[in-house]
């Protein structure tokens, strides 16, 4: 009963480097979501897909780019990591339907970057 | 534009007693609100939600309260118990655009002294 999972939980980087965040649920959910979690902010969107093959951007896009290649992966890049991108990262999905249905969250990947 | 607002950074509750979150938005257009429950290295878990046709949503031990004059809503928890504290986020979903987007408050931690 794995839901959603995020890999890897930790990671630390230097400035420059890049990295790929790996979300996979297992629910045949429609939409996905990559949030992240900063001090006293909440939870921000960074992109979402409504579908296979679809991307779009969220409140926080820049500097991080996503794909879903896969229905059941929503990858999320970082291609020149910055210190200010320091947080916590959250995937979710729902299925696809609208009216406040849930969104269900893995357990997010700590990303501090020096 | 933070159209969600949760102005109490932390709550300190009694066991037994009742802990009341608060939760305040702008958008009138929102028409569900959710809340989800967060511990320490977890994602968030969905908690209960309310339709905005309603005034009051009763799930076991919590319930929430919608005042849509006001654009304010709390949510009850009755008894609490130690088990509860964790960081509570209300959330909307932002109906205006597809996707089943949540827009998030930024916390409360309630922390239940035993």
């Known amino acids: 009963n794995a839901g959603v999972t995020q890999t890897p939980k930790f990671r630390v980087l230097k400035t420059g480097q890049s990295m790929t965040l790996l979300c996979a649920q297992d629910m045949n959910h429609e939409y996905m979501y990559w949030y992240r979690q900063d001090p006293g902010m909440g939870l921000r969107l960074i992109h979402y897909?409504?579908?296979?093959?679809?991307?779009a951007k969220g409140e926080v896009p820049d500097g991080y780019n996503v794909s879903r290649l896969k229905k059941q992966n929503f990858l999320l890049g970082l291609e020149s990591a910055a210190p200010s991108q320091t947080s916590v990262y959250f995937c979710?999905?729902?299925?696809?339907?609208?009216?406040?249905?849930?969104?269900?969250f893995g357990d997010g990947t700590r990303l501090s970057i020096l | 534009d933070q159209q969600v607002k949760q102005n109490s950074p932390s709550l300190s509750v009694q066991e037994g007693r009742i802990s009341i979150l608060n939760c305040d938005y702008t958008?009138?257009?929102?028409?569900?609100f959710l809340w989800y429950k967060k511990y320490p290295a977890e994602g968030p878990t969905f908690l209960i939600s309310?339709?905005?046709?309603?005034d009051k949503n009763e799930d076991g031990r919590f319930t929430v309260f919608l005042n849509k004059s006001a654009k304010h809503l709390s949510l009850h928890i009755v008894p609490s118990q130690p088990g509860d504290s964790a960081v509570y986020f209300c959330a909307a979903p932002n109906n205006r655009e597809y996707g089943n987007k949540l827009v998030f408050g930024a916390g409360t931690i309630l922390r239940v002294k035993s």
């Open positions: 979710a999905s729902s299925p696809k339907t609208e009216g406040g249905t849930p969104q269900h």
């Open positions: 897909s409504v579908g296979e093959g679809t991307t």
């Open positions: 958008n009138s257009m929102f028409d569900y």
């Open positions: 309310i339709s905005s046709i309603k």
